[in-house]
C-alpha cells in the first residue's frame, strides 16, 4: 500500500514538475513580441526565442507585430450634395510599440473601427457624389492621414486605407447606368464614324494612287511614242538631208547648165500640178525660170534652123 502511494506522489511530482518547467520556458516566434507582468505590473519586454517567465509570479503577453487587416462595416453616409451612399472600407495597419498597443488602448480593433468610420463620414460628406464616386484615392489619403495620426498614440501604424464599395441609391444607380450607356452608345457612333471616315479615307487615297500611277505610265507611253516617232522622224529627215546632200554634190560634181536645171524645175512643177490641191502657189522665181525655158526654145529654134541650112547646101 505504501509503495502505491508513493508511486502516486512521484507522478503528481513529476506532473508539477512538468508544469513548472513548461510555464517557465516560452519560446516567441519571429514576428513576436512578449510583455512580461510580474504580480500585475509591468516588468519587461521578451524578445523572440527562448525566455524565462516564472509561473504564478509573472505573466506574459504576446502581441503579434505583423501587418494586419480591418474589415470596416459598411454604412450609410450623406455627400455634400445630399445624396445616400453605402460605404465601406479597409485598413491596413501593423503594431510598432507592443506596450503602447497593449496598455493605451483596451480593444484596438474596435476602437480603429469606430474611428475610421467617423472620419470616413467627414471625409466623404464633404464630397459631391461625382466626386466621392471618381475620388477613391483622395479619399484613401485623407483616412490613411488621420488614423494613422490618431493611432500613433495605440503603438501603431496605419499603411494604407482602401475603400472598397461606393454605392449611390438603387434610382441613382440606374440613371447612371443610363447616363454610361449613352456614353458609350456614343462613344460607340464615334468610333464607327471614325473608321468609316478613315477607310473612306484610305479608299479614296488609292484611288487617288492608282489615277496618279495610271496617269504616269500613260505619260511614259505617251512619251515613248512621241520619242519613237521623234526618232523615226529625225532618222527620216536625216535620210532626206543625206539624200539632197548625195543629188547637190552629184549635181555639183556633173557642173550641169541652167537650161538642164530649168527642165529639172519644170518637170517638178508637173509633179505639183498633178496633185489634188486645189490652189498652187509658185515660187516668186517662176518668171525667171520661164526666161530660161524661152532661151531653150530659142537654142533649139536656132539650131533646127542650122540643120535645115546645112541640108539645103548638100542639095545643091
Request: glycine share 4%; charged share 30%; aromatic share 6%.
Amino acid at each position: 500500500m505504501e509503495e502505491i502511494v508513493d508511486i502516486i506522489t512521484t507522478i503528481i511530482q513529476v506532473i508539477i514538475v512538468g508544469i513548472i518547467i513548461f510555464r517557465l520556458f516560452r519560446i516567441l516566434r519571429p514576428f513576436e513580441r512578449g510583455l512580461v507582468e510580474r504580480f500585475g505590473k509591468y516588468n519587461r519586454e521578451a524578445s523572440p526565442g527562448l525566455n524565462i517567465v516564472i509561473p504564478w509570479v509573472e505573466r506574459l503577453i504576446i502581441v503579434d507585430m505583423r501587418e494586419q487587416v480591418i474589415d470596416v462595416p459598411p454604412q450609410e453616409v450623406i455627400t455634400k450634395d445630399n445624396v445616400n451612399i453605402t460605404v465601406d472600407a479597409v485598413i491596413y495597419y501593423e503594431p510598432t510599440d507592443p506596450k503602447k498597443l497593449v496598455y493605451n488602448v483596451g480593444d484596438f480593433i474596435t476602437a480603429a473601427t469606430k474611428l475610421a468610420q467617423t472620419n470616413l463620414r467627414n471625409v466623404v460628406g464633404d464630397l459631391e457624389l461625382d466626386a466621392a464616386l471618381t475620388s477613391r484615392e483622395n479619399i484613401n489619403t485623407q483616412l490613411k492621414l488621420i488614423l494613422d495620426e490618431a493611432t500613433d498614440k495605440w503603438g501603431t501604424r496605419v499603411v494604407r486605407v482602401e475603400i472598397q464599395r461606393v454605392d449611390p441609391p438603387q434610382d441613382v444607380q440606374d440613371a447612371m447606368n443610363k447616363v454610361m450607356k449613352a456614353e458609350r452608345d456614343r462613344r460607340a457612333a464615334v468610333t464607327e464614324a471614325e473608321g468609316e471616315k478613315k477607310a473612306a479615307i484610305l479608299t479614296a487615297e488609292g484611288q487617288r494612287q492608282s489615277q496618279i500611277l495610271s496617269a504616269q505610265g500613260e505619260a511614259e507611253a505617251l512619251k515613248a511614242v512621241a520619242d519613237a516617232q521623234k526618232y523615226e522622224k529625225i532618222a527620216v529627215a536625216e535620210g532626206e538631208a543625206e539624200a539632197i546632200e548625195q543629188v547637190f554634190n552629184a549635181i555639183h560634181r556633173g557642173n550641169p547648165s541652167n537650161d538642164l536645171i530649168a527642165i529639172k524645175y519644170l518637170e517638178s512643177l508637173e509633179k505639183i500640178a498633178d496633185g489634188n490641191a486645189t490652189k498652187i502657189f509658185l515660187p516668186a522665181e517662176l518668171s525667171a525660170t520661164l526666161g530660161s525655158i524661152g532661151a531653150i526654145s530659142e537654142l533649139f529654134k536656132d539650131d533646127k534652123e542650122n540643120k535645115e541650112e546645112s541640108k539645103e547646101l548638100t542639095d545643091e
